[in-house]
């Protein structure tokens, strides 16, 4: 594995990634960073035949959120995430997910099985299908993952005041 060349392949797609998940350039730069080093720490847990972007774009999921946690710094409101989740029905639901504090902030609290179909299905627009193949589980698990999401969402937003 020669990072260098990687990092000429590939970081400008894991700096657009990651600046689609966090919407601020600045943060974008940190998370590419971030995957570039845990990828070199990590090499060993890289499987031959796997493809190099995928993998990376695994670790820039994962940095994001890493450093989103640790930020904390956006608090959640309940007008927010109800408006956030009465766009749900809308068939264009992407659309809500320009509020990327407020998205990152839902999906930092899910676990990492649930951000990654998450992130599959709303930032990267991939069908229940595509997921399901992509992780290699089946379809109605993505679809109950999701909808486990959403109830906490809902749920959450409830709690809020």
């Known amino acids: 594995m ?3 060349d990687w990092y000429r392949r590939f970081g400008e797609a894991v700096h657009r990634r990651a600046r689609r ?19 070199h720490l ?4 890289f499987r031959e ?9 695994t670790i820039t999921d994962r ?14 409101r309940k007008e927010e995430v109800e ?4 766009d749900e029905e809308v068939p264009a639901m992407e659309s809500a997910f320009s509020r990327h504090q407020l998205v990152a902030n839902l999906v930092g609290r899910a676990t990492k099985d649930v951000q990654q179909i998450v992130i599959l299905r709303y930032f990267d627009e991939m069908s ?7 992780l290699d589980v089946n379809e109605r698990t993505v679809r109950r993952k999701l909808d486990r999401f959403l109830a906490g969402a809902r749920k959450l937003a409830r709690r809020l005041q």
């Open 2 to 4: 020669d990072l260098d």
């Open 21 to 39: 998940l966090s919407g601020d350039d600045t943060l974008a730069w940190d998370v590419t960073q971030e995957v570039f080093l845990r990828a």
């Open 42 to 45: 990590y090499s060993h847990s």
């Open 49 to 57: 035949g796997e493809k190099p972007l995928s993998w990376l774009f």
């Open 63 to 76: 940095c994001f959120f890493d450093m989103w946690r640790a930020r904390k710094k956006e608090t959640l």
């Open 83 to 86: 408006a956030f989740l009465a």
């Open 128 to 134: 229940h299908e595509e997921i399901a193949l992509a």
